[in-house]
Each structure stands twice: as C-alpha cells, then as structure tokens.
C-alpha cells in the first residue's frame, strides 16, 4: 500500500486504473467459479437445472479475457518508470 501511494495516489492515476481492472477480473473469475460450481452441482439439484450454465460460464471467460486485455496494457503504463 505504501508503494502505491507513493507512486500513484490519484482518483485518476495508472496505478488506481490497473487496481481496478484488478478486482474487476477477480470477480469476473468467481462469477465463473460460481457458475461451474452451480453447473456441477445441478446433476444433483433439480431446482439449479433452469440456466444455461455452459453459456455463462463461456460469457464469464470471454469477459475476462476482455478484462485482461486491459489490465495488461494497464500494468505495463503504471508500472514503466
């Protein structure tokens, strides 16, 4: 935290962009955890057997693919000094 600040402690800054994308992909990762686990677990629980989780899980992929994209190009520009 104290590297961070020192480099970057604006609402705006590079480093405040990568942390998002951060999180952001890490919640994308669980979305798709959830629904494999959901997925799985349907076999066993008619009432989970109504989505599409084959689809979901795919959308949750392809959105954090996208994500990381991203947060690649991100870390690259906060972190060249």
Known sequence: TELKLALDDDNTGDLRLLESLEFLSLGIEGK?????????????????????????????????????????????KALQQ
Request: proline share 2%; glycine share 0%.
């Open 32 to 76: 798709r955890s959830l629904w494999i686990a959901l997925n799985e677990s349907a076999e066993d629980t008619p009432a989970l057997r109504n989505l599409d989780y084959e689809r979901l899980i795919k959308r949750a992929t392809d959105q954090r693919a996208r994500v990381d994209e991203q947060r690649v190009a991100a870390a690259r």
